[in-house]
T-cell receptor, first 109, second 113 residues
Framework: KQEVTQIPAALSVPEGENLVLNCSFT??????LQWFRQDPGKGLTSLLL?????REQTSGRLNASLDKSSGRSTLYIAASQPGDSATYLC????????FGAGTTVTVRA | ETGVTQSPTHLIKTRGQQVTLRCSSQ?????VSWYQQALGQGPQFIFQ???????GRGNFPPRFSGLQFPNYSSELNVNALELDDSALYLC????????????FGQGTRLTVV
């Protein structure tokens, strides 16, 4: 059974600081890994999709890496802004998505 | 805007009742999955439909059932509601099973009293 863990559970940083969010998973037989953003009480917004054959993916200030052999992914958010405050979820796809519990980020102005 | 819409956005039901939640997927997306998200937790996989057939199910009892229709819409039905069924229910659509990006709707918040 796939287990996904996200550390830390919560993070508070001043505006402008870089964010590092970690995700680990137990079974490396995955198709891909997705990072999502979730605002309170809302649905999930896809941020990045990393195919299992890729090592990283970038979109604007976001960069995600994937090390399938060690079961780890890291999401980097450069130069954080108050609008980045949200919960960030990683999910591994082995035909269904298995999610971590998320990291709740607060960026202080 | 993901192109995935869910209805209703909020719902209050009484324990023991039945509920139907609806999802409209992106056109051309043959796969729809449903997830339950309790407060403070990550979404949990309920089941997945591909071309109107269920092809995978998570650890949920049979009172959770679903349907997928040819027009890219789908339903989640829950019978004999329990207090613990209170959660945000999310549907996700994708082009195929596995290895493709999943797009989520805004969710339906179900409260069972």
């Amino acid at each position: 059974k796939q287990e996904v863990t996200q550390i830390p559970a919560a993070l508070s940083v001043p505006e402008g600081e870089n964010l590092v969010l970690n995700c680990s998973f137990t079974d490396s037989a995955i198709y891909n890994l997705q990072w999502f953003r979730q605002d309170p009480g809302k649905g999930l917004t896809s941020l990045l999709l990393i195919q299992s054959s890729q090592r990283e993916q970038t979109s604007g200030r976001l960069n995600a890496s994937l090390d399938k052999s060690s079961g780890r992914s890291t999401l980097y958010i450069a130069a954080s802004q108050p609008g980045d405050s949200a919960t960030y979820l990683c999910a591994v796809d082995d035909y269904k998505l298995s999610f971590g519990a998320g990291t709740t980020v607060t960026v202080r102005a | 805007e993901t192109g995935v819409t869910q209805s209703p956005t909020h719902l209050i039901k009484t324990r023991g009742q039945q509920v139907t939640l609806r999802c409209s997927s992106q056109s051309g997306h043959n796969t729809v999955s449903w997830y339950q998200q309790a407060l403070g937790q990550g979404p949990q996989f309920i089941f997945q439909y591909y071309r109107e057939e269920e092809n995978g199910r998570g650890n949920f009892p049979p009172r959770f059932s679903g349907l997928q229709f040819p027009n890219y819409s789908s339903e989640l039905n829950v019978n004999a509601l329990e207090l613990d069924d209170s959660a945000l229910y999310l549907c996700a659509s994708s082009l195929a099973m596995g290895d493709t990006e999943a797009f989520f709707g805004q969710g339906t918040r179900l409260t069972v009293v």
